[in-house]
């Protein structure tokens, strides 16, 4: 940010340009807050440690400075000050525990240190993750390679400056003055990226002046007031004062000025002060730097683990303990140099990948279960038989398996209906891994299905929620990666792999719980999955290890992502109230082979596969197969999506034909077909379901569908949105099976009040009724899975005429058709059809008041209906008053209604029987 000054140049007074560093640094410390903050809520809170030695009260000064501005954006601010007499070993081991501490994140060191400490060895010390001043010789090496994370803080400083001032460097001559390592040589390195022409002048150079002149842009950092005069500054350039300098002014008062005489303001036509520019920003470079370590390190894996380093060592290492080593190369780890563009340098995971086949570890639950440890409790065990648990890992590690799973697979608010029991056991299964392991094998956290369907019962943000903070606390416990498994549909484990990501870096293995060779179902998995970026697919939990071979060589063909095979071990038997698996080793170990020869890289196993079985496989690690990646496999076609059913309704939609439906109450068998047969050439009859009790026992679905086979005319489902989706989805796709192809929904109309006043029951919205509907017409289920087979169904709608607001909501959601519930208000009935667009053909409900008797049971038993008392009045004087009301009206809409439906909440059905006949009697389509 600039502001006007005024200049002199050739006697005329022009404006200038001062770069104002303190506008810079507050609107980058603003960026910076919001960053700080996204941290924040993933628990991080960014920490700078200052490491100086003595009371110097310069430096104190300072640090009270840093401390403000660190505050000020939100990081931590930790002061390392060690006695005056401190020794070089004192401030090493200060140093080392600072590159070991998790929650420091940046490190600077005093500058100059007593001339007792060799400041050069304490900054290569630095661990380079840390290194926030970019002091180190591994920082600096990688700033000469313009491969640089971070840069010395003020050189960075002064290249902000100058370009608020020169926005683009390329072509333009440079000339820096001074050539310090963290000031002087940076700058001009970094220049060079930006494209300029940099010139470096130091005290060996003989005419500054002739250099500085023809200079664009210059740079003075050598800590002498006025050495840059007016006649060094070729007229217009941009001039970057880095100089700080006190001095006794005439007033013998002490100020800070910096390199630049202050009559250069007469020449250049932009240029920094002192103060006020470069240190400025220096400070609030720091930051970002901090802030971005902090960042980095939370995607950080270790580059080295304990197999490495030992490996590395060769015979040296027999006697180093595993849980040692593994710590030892942590610590390495820390001293490494990370590239720009890698999150890390190939970490373990992906090493071992390059050494495939991988062995993974078998089934924790059914281990555990057959220990005694109760199917529901199986999460707790972390916590409440910590022994067995480790056990069960430890009978893996010792067979040489290469990644054991923690026993988290269950850890999730949802399932465990706590937030902090979920972390809690979480924490404890990777703690218990890690200590089974002790360095052997890799530990990643499994994360399974959160027992919601996510776009259904949960949003898609509180799926990636619930994962985010149980990724969280297993990556804070030590985890080396995720496991996520058993996934029932793509949509949940990309809701899980974003959820890992908002924390971690770690590698992610995601397999489905795919039970056929489905070509599309597969083929979008894949897509999805290398979209996320994950590290290897595959399939788990698959029953039966013969079925997983196609699934697994139909997916090897489709990508180059690492493909994991985890089959159970078949169908179990149910011997003395447990369960038995029967797989053999030698069989399972056999299949294995095939896998990989199919295109597996991991291999290891689920439910039932245990020790035993994994042991067959490491036995012969040595002869198992080099991975192959097949060839294109032929696409299998699960079924014909243009298959669709002839649906009646849509055909007399289309034929303009005027609709004669029935609805009729829950009643004992014999009633229902005495009706059916009297209720003869319908053109669709149903069962109301929230109207009074279900009856004799049985299903629903099977009711009804001997219903449409005694009538002859098709079935209508009427769908009760007073039930749990998972239910409703099961009732559809058993009605679909039985040939079933008409639903009505109920949009609260006869089922918005319980049956029962005290039963608790769920609701569903209607549009969410027509958007699971229309999933099952597209071949899914509601969390997005595929289907055996497509459903056809034709899509109702029950409204109430006094509110038709939502009927175009209805027709943009895909519902076919609307039922009209009945009403006995002639102007509420006229107000709805006057406004309507006729956007939804509609079908009229009638429910015909055969006596009075009738019209006090529905007027004060059912609260969605209401009855006038002008009515009851004449239905007192002639029961028939409402047939041939009826049929006036059915007279006077048939016109605008696609047909009606008679509602038959009783076995009274001769009004209504008269009522179909002399419909068919008239001229009326029928």
């Known amino acids: 940010m600039r502001s006007n000054v005024s200049l002199t140049l050739g006697g005329e007074a022009v404006p200038a340009e001062l770069i104002d560093g303190k506008a810079i640094s507050q609107e980058r410390q603003r960026v910076l807050s919001k960053r700080v903050e996204q941290l924040s809520n993933r628990g991080v809170t960014p920490c700078l440690a200052a490491v100086s030695v003595g009371g110097d009260p310069a430096w104190d000064v300072y640090q009270k400075r840093q401390a403000k501005a660190c505050a000020n954006v939100g990081i931590d601010y930790r002061r390392e000050t060690l006695a005056a007499n401190a020794t070089q070993q004192d401030l090493s081991e200060r140093i080392e525990a600072l590159n070991a501490d998790h929650d420091v994140h940046g490190i600077i060191i005093q500058s100059p240190l007593p001339g007792n400490l060799n400041a050069l060895g304490l900054q290569a010390q630095l661990s380079p993750s840390k290194d926030v001043e970019a002091v180190s010789p591994a920082n600096l090496g990688l700033v000469l390679a313009d491969r640089h994370q971070v840069a010395p803080c003020t050189a960075v400083a002064a290249i902000i400056l100058a370009e608020a001032a020169c926005p683009n460097f390329k072509g333009k001559e440079v000339v820096i003055v001074g050539s310090s390592v963290i000031v002087g040589k940076p700058i001009a390195q970094l220049l060079l990226a930006r494209g300029a022409t940099p010139t470096i002048c130091h005290i060996d150079t003989h005419d500054v002046a002739a250099h500085t002149k023809r200079a664009d ?27 700080i300098n006190q001095i006794t002014d005439e007033n013998g008062k002490r100020k800070v000025v910096g390199d630049v005489d202050p009559a250069v303001a007469e020449v250049a036509s932009a240029l920094s002060p002192v103060p006020g520019g470069v ?235 795919l039970q056929r060779d489905d070509a599309e179902e597969i083929q979008d998995f894949v897509k999805a999955m290398e979209q996320a970026g994950v590290q290897a697919i595959g399939v788990n939990c698959i029953t039966g290890v013969r079925s997983l071979t196609p699934i697994i060589r139909r997916m090897a063909s489709l990508t180059d992502l690492p493909i994991i095979a985890r089959p159970n071990a078949g169908h179990p038997q149910h011997i003395d109230g447990r369960y038995h698996y029967h797989l053999g080793p030698d069989y399972f170990c056999k299949k294995v082979k095939e896998f990989i020869q199919t295109g597996a890289r991991l291999v290891g196993g689920c439910c039932g596969i245990g020790p035993k079985h994994i042991a067959a496989v490491t036995q012969v690690r040595q002869e198992l197969p080099e991975p192959q990646k097949p060839s294109e496999v032929p696409a299998i076609k699960i ?206 409900e009638v429910l015909i008041l055969s006596d009075l008797e009738t019209a006090e049971e529905i007027d004060n038993e059912i609260p969605a209906l209401s009855v006038p008392q002008r009515l009851k009045d004449r ?42 006949k002399l419909m068919a009697q008239t001229n009326a389509p029928s």
Not at 224 to 236: F, I, T
Not at 897 to 909: D, I, R, S, T
């Open 217 to 243: 842009v210059i740079f003075v950092a050598v800590g002498k007031p006025k050495l840059l005069s007016p006649e060094m500054v070729k007229p217009g350039a941009i001039v970057i004062d880095v100089g």
């Open 875 to 916: 239905l007192s004087a002639d029961p028939e008053e409402d047939v041939r009301g009826v049929l006036k009206f059915i007279d006077y809409w048939q016109e605008q209604l696609a047909g009606v439906c008679m509602l038959l909440p009783n076995e009274q059905h001769k009004a209504a029987q008269t009522v179909l």
């Open 639 to 844: 079924y014909d999506r243009e298959d669709a059913h002839n649906c009646p309704l849509k055909n007399a939609f289309a034929a303009k034909q005027f609709l004669r439906l029935a609805m009729m109450a829950p009643m004992n068998s014999a009633a229902r077909i005495e009706l059916a047969e009297v209720l003869q050439d319908l053109d669709g009859i149903g069962i109301l379901s929230a109207w009074g009790n279900q009856g004799d026992g049985v299903a629903p679905i099977a009711r009804l569908r001997h219903l449409q086979d005694v009538s002859s005319a098709p079935a209508i489902l009427e769908i009760d949105a007073q039930q749990d989706l998972l239910d409703i989805q099961e009732q559809l796709r058993n009605a679909h099976l039985l040939g079933i192809h008409i639903v009505v929904i109920d949009a609260g109309v006869f089922s918005s009040q319980p049956v029962q006043a005290h039963a608790q029951r769920a609701h569903v919205e209607p549009m969410q009724l027509i958007h699971l509907v229309r999933q099952l017409n597209s071949g899914r289920n509601m969390s997005g899975s595929r289907l055996d087979s497509h459903c056809t169904f034709t899509i109702g709608v029950r409204v109430n005429p006094s509110d038709c607001s939502q009927l175009q909501q209805f027709a943009d959601a895909g519902a076919d058709f609307a039922l009209l519930q009945p009403v006995y208000d002639p102007k509420a009935f006229r107000a709805c059809m006057k406004g309507y667009d006729q956007s939804l053909p509609l079908i009229a």
């Open 279 to 513: 240190g400025s920003v220096t400070t609030t470079v720091l930051l970002e730097a901090t802030v971005a370590a902090a960042e980095a390190q939370q995607e950080l894996r270790p580059s080295l683990d304990g197999q490495v380093l030992t490996h590395a060592l060769g015979d040296r290492a027999k006697d180093i303990p595993p849980d040692l080593a593994d710590d030892l190369a942590r610590l390495m780890s820390q001293h490494m140099v990370q590239l720009p563009g890698d999150a890390n340098l190939r970490g373990p995971f992906e090493r071992r990948i390059d050494q495939a086949p991988v062995i993974l570890d078998g089934a924790i639950g059914t281990e555990l279960i057959d220990l005694g440890v109760d199917v529901g409790s199986i999460d707790r065990a972390n916590i409440e038989q910590a022994a067995l648990v480790k056990k069960v890992h430890q009978s893996y590690v010792e067979v040489g398996v290469d990644i054991i799973t923690a026993n988290t697979f269950g850890c999730n608010r949802f399932r465990l209906g706590s937030v902090d029991e979920a972390i809690r056991l979480a924490q404890a299964g990777i703690r218990i891994a890690r200590q089974a392991s002790r360095g052997r094998a890799l530990v990643f956290a499994s994360m399974g299905p959160l027992g919601q369907v996510v776009g259904a019962e949960i949003s898609p943000d509180e799926a990636v929620d619930a994962f985010a903070e149980i990724a969280l606390c297993v990556s804070d416990a030590g985890a080396d990666g995720f496991c996520v498994e058993t996934m029932t549909s793509t949509a949940e484990a990309v809701a899980a792999i974003s959820g890992i990501r908002q924390v971690s870096r770690l590698p992610i293995m995601v397999t489905r719980n």
